[in-house]
């Protein structure tokens, strides 16, 4: 079986308007999400309530806090909706049952997760090893629709930086 197949016959299709959460950091949650339509939001609040942007989760992405699903513990981050969206839950259970009893779902689930530990990896290396101005640079040649997609705040939050100083570097690169 394929593992939008699984997705399909197991998961629960959830619709949510623009600004509802399907979790908040401190919450546990113990599904595994499949974008369908929409855009998502996923952050951190730090102690002080400043957001910073994980990132942005568009159609055909998977997502869910593993540390809440897998570990039982509370998730580290946010989850909302900044465009209306179709997501499908499935329990992680059901998925790990799955991928341990069928090797093509297992397959799936490890490409994912190779996947994933690559974008985690190079999100850390940009966030640690590159300046503000290389990020935005990078996140523009790599991601370019994402500028018609959320606010300028919400690129400076991803980028790690002011709205101020995502000015900036707009304007130096434009000069």
């Not at 299709?13 to 339509?37: M, N, P």
């Not at 897998?70 to 998730?75: I, M, V």
């Not at 996947?115 to 640079?137: H, I, P, V």
Request: glycine letters at 8%; a positive charge; aromatic letters at 8%.
């Amino acid at each position: 079986m394929k593992l939008d197949e699984f997705i399909a016959e197991n998961g629960t299709v959830i619709t949510k308007k623009a600004g509802d959460h399907l979790f908040r950091q401190g919450e546990h949650d113990q599904s595994i999400y499949k974008v369908k339509s929409g855009l998502l939001k996923a952050y951190y609040l730090s102690a002080d309530g400043k957001e910073n942007i994980k990132s942005f989760i568009m159609p055909g992405d998977n997502i869910g806090s593993l540390v809440s699903a897998w570990a039982g513990k509370a998730s580290t981050f946010s989850l909302v909706c900044l465009k209306p969206s179709i997501v499908s839950a499935v329990p992680f259970r059901k998925l790990n049952e799955a991928s341990r009893a069928d090797p093509g779902i297992a397959g799936e689930i490890l490409d994912f997760l190779l996947a994933f530990g690559m974008k985690k990896e190079m999100r850390e290396y940009e966030l640690l090893c590159l300046t503000a101005e290389e990020r935005y640079k990078r996140l523009r040649d790599t991601s370019p629709e994402i500028f018609t997609l959320v606010t300028q705040n919400e690129i400076a939050r991803y980028l790690g930086i002011t709205p101020v100083g995502l000015s900036r570097i707009k304007k130096r690169l434009a000069d």
